[in-house]
């Protein structure tokens, strides 16, 4: 109860924009985006599987449906739903989706605009 409690308070600060961290974020970039091995390079260096590319699309889904700490959040479904369709296109064996993968990905420009200092 008490952790629920907390937890409802964080969201509430996160979506009035205090900037602060989105654990469902944070996770996904933990999981699939950080070094150079993760899910996410395999994938947008045509490295992975479709099977890889699915579990990928997963990960982002997530993202696309969760609140950036920062910044506005029309910013953030563009950047989300770009990457989302570029990682279904892989999926499905379409390698045209790996230049967009690459660019829909692409770590500073998303973090400048989304993630708090
Ligand atoms: C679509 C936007 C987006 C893209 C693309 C993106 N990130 Fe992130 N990343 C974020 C946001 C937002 C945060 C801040 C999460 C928070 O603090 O709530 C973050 C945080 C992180 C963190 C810190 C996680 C933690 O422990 O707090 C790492 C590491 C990271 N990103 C790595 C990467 C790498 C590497 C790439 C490129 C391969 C990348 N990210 C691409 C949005 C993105």
Known sequence: MKKATLLAIASLLT???LG?????IESVMKE???GDTSLYKKV????G??????????YVKTLTTNEPPKGEKA???KKTGELLAAVEMLAKGNKQGMMAAQKAGNCRSCHTAHKPD
């Open 15 to 17: 979506s009035t924009g």
């Open 75 to 77: 910013s953030w479904d």
């Open 44 to 47: 947008a260096t045509g490295k």
């Open 20 to 24: 602060l961290a989105n654990p469902a």
């Open 32 to 34: 699939a985006f950080k």
């Open 49 to 58: 599987t479709e099977a890889d590319a699915k579990r990928l699309a997963g």
